[in-house]
């Protein structure tokens, strides 16, 4: 399947810089499925569209990557990605300009950071290790951390805490499952007393989320594996659905479809899934979809395409364009029933 029939216009106007005030108050584009029938609502209504007896799956990876700016001692800029702490003061980053910078290298952040390249990895990240002026590393880090925003994102955010869904948990991802950052605590309640029930999982976001397809056809594109949990409780939860099972966003899908062992049922794991879900995949588990508006080329768009099929997808996009809906990772939201 070419990657080009994944293709959209997307005006850049319409890539969302910034959260609202309110995460509930983003809009909801609602798209049936079966019809292709097409309803505008806002996400703090929600919870009007589970029945008593779903279940809707959450992620509870929380961001633990976090993005530094300084400079070498030339003053050329640099950018590191934090990934992830190997141990000590060492981390592991993606850097720029990751070319020029080699073992050995320095790079000056402000209040007293400073960074020392120790290797550069095979995937073409960099061990680095960090020290701060008087010591104190976690308060240094706690001041200069930005949040890891996807780079359509060119205004940072005033508050970090609104790139992590009020019930992330597990540290150890790259970016935020984004569909989640519209739930507040208050929707969840309302989700339980109206007879739905939450099960947790946890599939930490790696850094390829922000690579596009740039094979020809889809079947040439792999993606990298993502860490996964899948608790017996998550599980018995799933599979004793009276109802449909809700996944909220493409990161619980992928998670529910790879340790789907049988139509409606999941088994309990704990380990990495690459699976690239497109069209003609067999959803075993998900019957419902939570999602925001994604990338063109994007593997999440095709993702959405491949359970809500690509043409009614395309025309629901196309009538969010025309509504000026707010689009990718800090904008509206879609509901695929």
């Known amino acids: 399947m070419r990657t080009s029939d994944f293709e959209y216009q997307l005006p850049a106007e319409l ?38 007896g779903d279940v809707l799956v959450i992620n509870d990876s929380r961001v633990s990557s976090f993005r530094l700016r300084g400079r070498r001692p030339s003053g050329a800029a640099v950018e590191a990605l934090i990934l992830e702490r190997v141990d000590g003061s060492t981390y592991r980053a993606l850097m720029k300009p990751g070319r020029r910078l080699h073992p050995g290298d320095r790079v000056l952040f402000a209040d007293g950071l400073e960074g020392t390249v120790l290797k550069r990895e095979d995937d073409g990240s960099r061990l680095l290790e960090l020290s701060a002026a008087g010591g104190d590393l976690t308060a240094a880090l706690g001041r200069q951390a930005e949040a890891p ?14 790139y992590q869904t009020v019930y992330s948990a597990v540290d150890g991802s790259t970016a935020a499952p984004t569909a989640g950052l519209h739930f507040t605590a208050e929707m969840l309640r309302e989700v339980e007393r109206a007879g739905v029930r939450i099960a947790r999982i946890t599939l930490h976001v790696g850094a390829s989320t922000f690579r596009p397809v740039r094979a020809e056809s889809l079947e040439e594109h792999r993606l990298a594996g993502e860490r996964f949990t899948i608790s017996r409780e998550a599980a018995d939860t799933v599979n004793q659905a009276a109802g449909r099972v809700f996944a909220v966003g493409t990161t619980s ?8 062992v049988s139509p409606g049922t999941v088994a309990p794991m704990d380990g990495q899934t690459d699976l690239f879900i497109r069209p003609g995949h067999e959803f075993r588990i998900v019957k419902g979809l939570v999602t925001n508006f994604h990338m063109p080329r994007s593997t999440l768009f095709v993702l959405v395409a491949a359970f809500a099929g690509r043409e009614k997808l395309l025309r629901a996009y196309s009538e969010a364009v025309r509504e000026r809906y707010r689009f990718l990772s800090l904008g509206d939201a879609m509901l695929v029933v």
């Open 15 to 52: 890539i969302a810089q910034e959260p609202l005030p309110d995460r509930a108050a983003s809009r909801l584009l609602v798209l049936d499925r079966a019809t292709g029938q097409v309803q505008h609502d806002l996400f703090r209504n929600v919870a009007g569209y589970f029945e008593p």
């Open 149 to 162: 925003l996807p780079p359509y994102i060119r205004k940072p955010l005033k508050a970090k805490e609104r």
């Open 253 to 260: 899908t992928r998670a529910l479809e790879a340790a789907a």
